[in-house]
């Protein structure tokens, strides 16, 4: 097949596109969707698995195009004059997919690449994860009911909440309760308004 110019920098567009569309935005929604909706999730997971293949076999498709029809002419024709010699760093390299033959059609290179990406693919995603020790907690209640509560009050009432909590001992009581494992009160980092009531019970 013969491209034009035009051609291969629109494929290294389509590269760019993909990847940015389909690869790098989908990570960021990611984070802020993973525990709110697990389906949407999940498919914007197996978005970025098909994604970082595809943008490889473009890339590399732009490359070996590129070499062959820019770089590779305008050497050749550097020399038209009489032979150069070239210093030893400029060397011409040969298709990747030379060890299959001049005669693999492009659709069985374009199924190894893609093959061959999602095997290396598997590693950070499947095989690493499952490499890794799990940890199992053998803490009281770590079987039992965890709920969580918010509070947030007006603006400059944050003393006068902690104060009531303290003085009632709603914690201490809370504690005493049968069945209960824990129960934690929690000022939120950034906000000054905002607590959070953590509590564990057995069931």
Same mark, same amino acid.
Request: with cysteine; proline share 5%; aromatic share 16%.
């Given at each position: ?5 035009g051609?291969i920098?629109?494929? &290294? !567009? %389509? ?5 940015? #569309?389909?690869? =790098? ?7 802020? *969707? ?47 004059d ?6 030893d ?16 059609? &492009? !659709? %069985?290179k374009?199924?190894?690449?893609? #093959?061959?990406? =999602? ?7 499947? *095989? ?10 053998n ?27 303290l ?23 950034t ?13």
């Amino acid at each position: 097949a013969i491209y034009s110019i035009g051609n291969i920098y629109f494929i &290294a !567009f %389509v590269a760019h596109s993909v990847h940015i #569309l389909f690869t =790098i935005l989908p990570l960021v929604v990611v984070n802020f *969707i993973r525990d709110q909706n697990d389906y949407l999730s999940r498919a914007i997971e197996f978005m970025i698995f098909l994604s970082v293949p595809i943008t490889h076999i473009l890339y590399t498709k732009f490359t070996n195009l590129h070499e062959q029809t820019i770089d590779l002419p305008s050497v050749l024709n550097a020399d038209k004059d009489g032979p150069i010699d070239y210093p030893d760093k400029y060397v011409i390299q040969k298709s990747p997919f030379v060890c299959f033959g001049n005669d693999t059609s &492009a !659709f %069985v290179k374009m199924i190894l690449w893609y #093959l061959l990406c =999602i095997i290396i693919g598997l590693f950070p995603t499947v *095989i690493v994860p499952v490499m890794l020790p799990t940890c199992k907690s053998n803490a009281p209640g770590a079987s039992g009911i965890v709920g969580t509560s918010t509070a947030i009050l007006f603006e400059g009432m944050d003393e006068a909440f902690e104060d009531y909590i303290l003085s009632k001992n709603l914690i201490e009581n809370a504690r005493k309760y049968d069945g209960n494992n824990f129960y934690y009160f929690n000022k939120h980092m950034t906000n000054p308004n905002q607590y959070f009531f953590v509590e564990g019970w057995e069931s």
